[in-house]
């Protein structure tokens, strides 16, 4: 009895180990052949790949360690399969949202995107939800149910850079004096935050009596705030004599 405990004991382990080595091995592989396909790499492949390997390891001890027919396991996760699956209906419903956006390649790892009103860089998509870096700092889980389901903005790298300041010129005043005034503050203001190699810009609106409507528009480094940069926009534009309003 002790020889055949010790003998099971040692199969099982044989078993976790082999287990491991070939999990490990499989991960690696199936990234080298997602960068090859180029298809989008998130954890998510890497997890399902896992999964169905200790799922057949299970089904190997079960033979050798524990005598229990592989077939009557199946049969019985079947039946259970259905009662558990009722209780993890957001679960699952997260899981083929998650598969849904990885194959379709709505978004994939490195994308910026906008939704909900909040902007982030897509970090990973794992079996159950969405993890986004926000530029205003901090992390954003979304779960991938929500996400399929929810419009979202796909930003360039321009538009992920962008901010912008809106204000007013007093009627009357000078718009060739008003745009080198602006464009002289704003590019010494922004010069701690700029992106390699841009200017900032003036876009004129509507004109009306109380004045002329203008959009100031920045493209800052994606390890800048936004709000630090609308910030230091603000103050600069704040002490220009045509100014009428600023409007952050």
Known sequence: MDQELVRKSVMLAVMVLMTLIVQHVASRALRRVLDVGGVPQATIFVNIVKALIWF???LLVLQSVFDIAPTSFVTALGVTSIIISIGMQDTISNLMGGLSLMMS???K????????G??????DITWRSTVLSLREGGTEIVPNSVLSKTALTKLTEAAAQAVSVDFHVRAGCDTAEVERDALRVLAAALEPYAAEGTEPLLRFGTIDAFGAHITAVAFVRTDVFPAVAVDAMSRALA??????????
């Open 56 to 58: 057949l390891a299970v």
């Open 105 to 107: 390649k709505v978004i």
């Open 109 to 116: 790892v490195g994308d910026v995107i906008a939704v909900n």
């Open 118 to 123: 909040k902007v982030g860089t897509v970090q």
């Open 239 to 248: 002490s220009m004599p045509w100014l009428a309003s600023a409007i952050p």
